[in-house]
């Protein structure tokens, strides 16, 4: 099965500072997708993110962005001109694709929380 | 609409009461998912039904069963749980749906056993 993992349980980071988070991941398989979701205190759980595995560049979504590293099975976030709302759970999901047998199935990081300094 | 809707908000129960979670979408998707999360730790997948076929954690107990009338509903029957079941109950589906491969999720039920 693949496994997903963020090593860092917590970070924190000065407001419109810069911020890195860490994730990799295991799998034998080529085709996948790779997401960061979102989830404030008490809120909804928001997709921040997404990069398909078969696509070089690295995604961005305004000040968000990925650095995908396929070989090495990593896909950090960063997170630039770091504001007071982007404190939440940061989770890393991992989704095999359509072809395989477990398609559908998608697999949770362990969560990293980050706290905004004002 | 990308939205993914669940009632109720919050649902306060017994251990020997009989409730219902639902949930709904109405993106054409055709996997749905229910998911128990603790505070501060990350979904755990109960159950998925893809294809109106569906595939259970078999750490779930059973005492939670799910049901899928149509592929836009999915309820989650929940009966004689007990205090550790107290959690925030996550919908979700998935597509793919206009070229998005993502799941995107309800925002929760807050479920609490006395």
């Known amino acids: 099965a693949q496994t997903v993992t963020q090593s860092q349980p917590e970070m924190s980071v000065q407001e419109a500072e810069t911020v890195t988070l860490s994730c990799t991941y295991d799998?034998?398989?080529?085709?996948?997708?790779l997401f960061w979701y979102k989830q404030p205190p008490s809120r909804q759980m928001i997709l921040v993110i997404r990069q398909e595995a078969y696509k070089q560049q690295n995604a961005t979504e305004n000040r968000f962005s990925v650095n995908f590293q396929k070989a090495a099975k990593s896909f950090s976030l960063k997170i630039s001109d770091s504001q007071l709302g982007d404190a939440a759970m940061y989770f890393c999901?991992?989704?095999?694709?359509?072809?395989?047998?477990?398609?559908?199935?998608?697999?949770f990081g362990t969560g990293t929380s980050l706290t905004v300094i004002p | 609409d990308t939205e993914v809707t669940q009632t109720p908000k919050h649902l306060v129960m017994g251990m020997t009461n009989k409730k219902s979670l639902k949930c709904e979408q109405h993106?054409?998707?055709?996997?749905m998912y229910w998911y128990k999360q603790k505070a501060k730790k990350p979904p755990e997948l109960m159950f998925v039904?893809?294809?109106?076929?569906?595939?259970i954690n078999e750490s779930v107990p059973s005492r939670f069963s799910p049901e899928c009338p149509n592929s836009s509903l999915l309820n989650l029957h929940l009966h004689a749980l007990q205090p550790e079941d107290s959690a925030l109950y996550l919908c979700?589906?998935?597509?793919?749906?206009?070229?998005?491969?993502?799941?995107?999720f309800g925002p929760g039920t807050r479920l609490t056993v006395l």
């Open positions: 039904y893809s294809y109106e076929k569906l595939s």
């Open positions: 979700a589906s998935s597509g793919p749906w206009r070229g998005r491969n993502e799941q995107f």
């Open positions: 999901a991992y989704r095999t694709s359509y072809h395989s047998n477990t398609g559908n199935q998608f697999y």
């Open positions: 799998t034998s398989e080529s085709d996948y997708y």
């Open positions: 993106m054409g998707h055709r996997a």
